[in-house]
């Protein structure tokens, strides 16, 4: 069936390290993906998205291209801080644009 | 644009108790969803309304739970004599209507049943 895999967690990370989170998706036909952000306590923020092949969507330092031909849309930051520290969630769209999450990777950034 | 509210944010209640969440989706959105997420879980989709009419529920909408959307503007979820797996946070979402377009999600309402 339709589904999303994401990269477990917690992602430990120093500030200014490299981040990427995996994400594939199982899916037909040509959906949207997403990368929402939970912060403690709070709703889901969208992050970024892209809407067909080869889209790079793009926010706040964070980066994923959507790749058909591998069917991932994985998380990059260059360089991570404190502040990014949450749950991200890796989601796409299907039928009446309802999404489809994955799990959740919880990053972890220490000083 | 205030973005999607939900009330109330948090509610403690008995087993056996209703409780009912308001959603007030962005102006204009005609979609609006209802998730459930639990701790340490992704958030799973319950049930959709495009303008009052409810065009899906999931499978983990059981006959105990019921949403409306009378008048195509806000929503109410309701759960019926409710038990500790109904533990969890319900989340409210809102989109226009174009395929492929952002959903925008409420800061839920977490529900707690002791």
């Known amino acids: 069936g339709n589904s999303v895999t994401q990269m477990e967690g917690p992602v430990t990370l120093s500030e200014e390290a490299f981040l990427t989170i995996n994400c594939t998706y199982t899916?037909?036909?040509?959906?949207?993906l997403f990368w929402y952000v939970q912060y403690p306590g709070e709703g889901l923020q969208l992050l970024l998205k892209a809407t067909k092949a080869d889209d790079k969507g793009s926010n706040k330092g964070f980066e994923a291209t959507y790749r058909k031909e591998t069917t991932s849309f994985h998380l990059e930051k260059g360089s991570v801080q404190v502040s990014d520290s949450a749950v991200y969630f890796c989601?796409?769209?299907?039928?009446?644009?309802?999404?489809?999450f994955g799990t959740g990777t919880r990053l972890q950034v220490t000083l | 644009d205030t973005g999607v509210s939900q009330n109330p944010r948090h509610k403690i209640t008995k087993r056996g108790q209703n409780v009912t969440f308001r959603c007030d989706p962005i102006?204009?959105?005609?979609?609006l969803y209802w998730y459930r997420q639990t701790l340490g879980q992704g958030p799973e989709f319950l049930t959709y309304?495009?303008?009052?009419?409810?065009?899906?529920k999931s499978r983990l909408l059981s006959d105990r739970f019921s949403a409306e959307r009378p008048k195509g503007s806000f929503s109410t979820l309701e759960i019926q004599r409710t038990e500790q797996g109904d533990s969890a946070m319900y989340l409210c979402a809102s989109s226009p209507d174009i395929a492929g377009n952002t959903i925008y999600f409420g800061e839920g309402s977490w529900l707690t049943v002791v």
């Open positions: 102006s204009e959105h005609n979609r």
């Open positions: 309304f495009q303008n009052e009419a409810q065009l899906e």
């Open positions: 899916a037909t036909g040509y959906p949207s």
């Open positions: 989601a796409y769209t299907g039928t009446a644009s309802k999404l489809t």
